[in-house]
């Protein structure tokens, strides 16, 4: 395929003294940008996977619940990490933005469209209703009571209940009401000096550890 018909090149500067390289669009970054050098093509990119890659379905049925987390960024990617771990639904409580507003597509792109979502001013209600139909209650917050994330085993997860795996507010954590309706609370092993992550972080990294955690396999 000829470079006009890539979407991105990786390009370097030909000057000796700089050697800087980059991704450039097609058409673009003849010019070195750290030092105004002429670049050259280099490399290809490779092109993605046209399909998933191939592994057991996870049965466990999982839903989450954002309680006021207000940021458009967290909340755009916790639903694209959703939908590409296979999170049945997300339920959306108090100030946190629902896939209706503009700013949270860009990071959501276009997971938000695909993801089956409803939204209550009260998440706590909402726990409570879940809860009253069936579903195990856990959180994800860094609670005196909580236990690793990594304790978890299959056999906890097979009892066929749909699981609400509740995240809360990026300052307060999770509403102290819903936690003290929820039948486990789970942290992340923190080994730095800081003691918390990213809530989209965090959120991903116990998206996939339930669904797709050797354990459960």
């Known amino acids: 395929m000829e470079e006009g018909q890539l979407v991105f090149s990786i390009r370097q500067c030909g000057n000796v003294g700089c050697g800087f390289r980059f991704p450039a669009a097609a058409g673009s970054g003849e010019r070195c940008p750290q030092c105004g050098g002429a670049t050259a093509v280099v490399a290809i990119p490779h092109h993605k996977r046209e399909n998933a890659i191939a592994h057991p379905v996870s049965g466990l049925h999982l839903e989450l619940l954002l309680d006021n987390i207000r940021s458009l960024y967290n909340v755009g990617s916790i639903f694209r990490t959703a939908d590409g771990a296979g999170v049945r639904h997300v339920h959306l409580a108090g100030m946190t933005a629902t896939p209706e507003h503009?700013?949270?597509a860009k990071t959501a792109l276009g997971s938000d469209s695909q993801m089956g979502w409803s939204y209550s001013r009260n998440g706590v209600d909402t726990a409570v209703r879940l809860q009253n139909q069936?579903?195990?209650?856990?959180?994800l917050e860094d609670a005196p009571e909580a236990v690793?994330?990594?304790?978890?085993?299959?056999?906890e997860l097979g009892d066929g209940r749909a699981l609400l795996l509740v995240v809360g507010n990026e300052n307060v954590g999770v509403d102290p009401a819903i936690?003290?309706?929820?039948?486990?609370?789970?942290?992340?092993?923190?080994?730095?000096?800081?003691?918390?992550l990213n809530v989209a972080v965090a959120c991903g990294i116990a998206i996939y550890h339930l669904l797709f955690g050797k354990e459960n396999l």
């Open 102 to 104: 503009p700013k949270l």
């Open 134 to 139: 069936g579903y195990r209650l856990w959180a």
């Open 148 to 155: 690793s994330l990594y304790s978890i085993k299959g056999n």
């Open 179 to 196: 936690l003290q309706r929820c039948e486990r609370i789970l942290a992340i092993p923190m080994l730095g000096v800081k003691d918390s």
